[in-house]
């Protein structure tokens, strides 16, 4: 599943509507043809697809991806052959995701309006071959219940992917933003406000280990997630977007950095995979 950097795509389908509070529909245009469609977006959804890669089973294998936004992540999933299904709380979200549907793969995917934190009733008790949870934890004050509900919801021998932001870099942004008060700061602190505007928290490696562990997911493997692209956007040196080739170059670049230490330690994102023993 080598895959290239992915474009936007564009339309539909329904399982199951739980409803709530909708927070993330004034932000869903920002967040899809904002944050993912820069440089640091793309080279995001790349890195992170060719991890997954490395341990999903073979398609047609079904994925649930909880929190999936636009469906970033989940869409070239479908267009590799496997059946997904995008979960968000958000219908806001979950419409931008209709618009973003390529007709290509429309046959492959299902939309479910759902908590996370109650993710297994939305899907009507089923289990899949993969649960994704990318970029969402960290917008929760405890991240347990959610990491309760993936365990829940992955087969036996199946695959937890977990990305969220890394507590262990939290000065990386200020610093390099010139905010040096925060950056001292942020040495003891996991919280900051993110780049759409909203609180955030920060986690750790192994907190999130110990949970999915306690709960029969074994960790198998630890990415680190944006490093220097994210530096250099945020020292005001951005990739220019439109240079494919450099943008490939700096991809593969990230990648192999955040299978490595240090590098991967100083990434502001970690990337997580466990695979259910029971």
């Known amino acids: 599943m080598r895959g290239v950097l992915p474009t936007s795509a564009g339309g539909c389908g329904t399982l199951r509507d739980v409803a709530v509070d909708d927070t993330w529909a004034g932000l869903a245009d920002e967040f899809a043809d904002g944050a993912y469609a820069s440089v640091k977006g793309r080279v995001r959804t790349y890195v992170i697809h060719r991890q997954l890669g490395e341990h999903l089973p ?16 989940s869409f070239p999933l479908a267009r590799a052959g496997y059946e997904v299904v995008l979960m968000d709380s958000s219908a806001g979200m979950l419409d931008k ?8 793969v429309r ?114 493997q630890w990415y680190g997630v944006w490093l220097f692209v994210d530096w250099l956007d945020l020292g005001g040196a951005a990739l220019d977007p439109d240079d494919a080739d450099q943008l490939q170059a700096a991809a593969e670049v990230e990648l192999e950095a955040g299978r490595r230490d240090p590098y991967r330690q100083l990434s502001r994102l970690f990337h997580l995979v466990g695979r259910a023993d029971r």
Request: proline share 7%; aromatic share 4%.
């Open 97 to 104: 995701a209709r618009q973003r549907l390529p007709e290509d």
């Open 107 to 220: 046959q492959r995917v299902t939309f479910v309006e759902g908590d996370g934190a109650h993710a297994s009733q939305a899907v009507g008790g089923e289990r899949f071959d993969a649960v994704l949870c990318h970029g969402v934890i960290g917008y929760l004050d405890d991240p347990e219940p959610v990491v309760d509900q993936l365990c829940r919801c992955v087969v036996p021998g199946g695959l937890v992917s977990i990305m969220t932001g890394n507590a262990g870099a939290m000065a990386v942004r200020p610093a390099l933003e010139g905010r040096w008060a925060d950056a001292l700061a942020s040495f003891d602190t996991t919280r900051e406000t993110g780049v759409l505007g909203l609180p955030t928290r920060a986690d750790t490696v192994e907190e999130i280990s110990d949970l999915i562990d306690a709960r029969g997911v074994r960790p198998v």
């Open 58 to 73: 073979p398609p047609p294998a079904r994925v649930l991806d909880v929190g999936a936004g636009a469906g970033h992540q």
